[in-house]
């Protein structure tokens, strides 16, 4: 579905707001496609002059605030010398061929169940081309095996510095999980750092209040509901305890990614209504805005993390 996201947004005419992902639609084949057939995003990419609906644009803008943000800091963890670069929950990922010349001096671990890992093999290798020679696929269950077993196995360096990446993933893990992958990787080389995505406990809440919200449907039919979120207000705390420095952390939505990411050169804002356009007026999304403005949290959000120096024993 992400793939889907970033393919729809990867076809935008203007550069300025294109996904940058040019090689997600290569890998999405028609097997791929009937995996997600229920999903508006199929639909619109099977047919190419179809017209994205709301909930489409939301993925699309979505996908497109965090492929931006992460290609952005992979490039600044590669230029302070990260040699090493673990993709956790891969996925569709396909950073190891876009940046195949930024990254040919850097290890690349795509880390993720054995069974989305093997279809995405299957059709990297028949839509991409050969495996790069720097690229080492890792297989995880990330609610049954530890980060630091599986790596160790693979050729992994803990003593080197590491860009790690947690897209799409955290809230399909429990909690125990997601604690001990953030506490592997809090052990990494000072220096090292994270880009993930979270959501708050407040989402999960009003998502099971609200079973027909956005994708949930979707989701719960896949038999892949989201089962985690981070305390509400205090985000900042949880990553600090279990060992990080909090570098950035903003909503996906929020005032600061939209200017960044969403708003046009002529000012405009993806999503938004034209001019002179009545608002577009969603009650869902009006109760959730009002419940998770009492939590004082966010819907969705993206934070980088730091490895910090560890003092003299």
């Not at 001019?275 to 998770?292: D, E, H, I, K, T």
Request: hydrophobic share 40%; with cysteine.
């Amino acid at each position: 579905m992400v793939a889907a996201g970033r393919a729809l947004g990867a076809r935008e005419p203007d550069p300025a707001m294109r996904n940058p992902d040019w090689l997600a639609e290569k890998l999405l084949g028609p097997e791929e496609l009937a995996l997600i057939q229920e999903h508006p995003l199929a639909a619109t990419l099977i047919n190419r002059g179809a017209k994205p609906i709301f909930e489409e644009l939301g993925t699309v803008a979505a996908m497109l605030v965090r492929t931006k943000f992460i290609d952005e800091a992979l490039r600044q963890a590669v230029e302070d010398g990260a040699r090493q670069y673990v993709i956790l929950g891969a996925g569709f990922d396909t950073r190891a061929h876009r940046f195949a010349k930024q990254l040919r001096e850097v290890m690349v671990f795509e880390v993720d169940t054995e069974a989305t890992q093997a279809r995405k093999r299957r059709r990297a290798e028949a839509a991409l081309g050969p495996t790069p020679q720097n690229l080492t696929y890792v297989t995880i269950d990330f609610n049954r095996q530890k980060l630091a077993d599986v790596l160790a196995g693979a050729g992994y360096d803990p003593a080197l510095r590491t860009f790690f990446t947690w897209e799409g993933v955290t809230m399909y893990v429990g909690e125990g999980g997601v604690r001990e992958t953030l506490q592997t990787i809090a052990q990494a080389a000072p220096g090292s750092r994270l880009v993930l995505d979270y959501a708050t406990r407040a989402v999960l809440d009003f998502m099971a209040k609200s079973p027909d919200y956005g994708s949930s449907p979707f989701l719960a039919k896949w038999g892949e509901p989201w089962v985690f979120g981070l305390p509400d207000g205090r985000e900042q705390d949880f990553f600090e305890e279990l060992g990080f420095r909090v570098c950035q952390r903003f909503p996906v939505f929020g005032p600061e990614s939209i200017k960044r990411y969403l708003t046009r050169p002529d000012g405009t804002v993806i999503g938004a209504p034209a001019p002179g356009a009545p608002p577009r007026l969603n009650p869902q999304r009006q109760n959730m805005a009002s419940v998770l403005s009492e939590s004082g949290s966010s819907y969705y959000s993206l934070a980088e993390l730091a490895v910090p120096d560890r003092p003299n024993a």
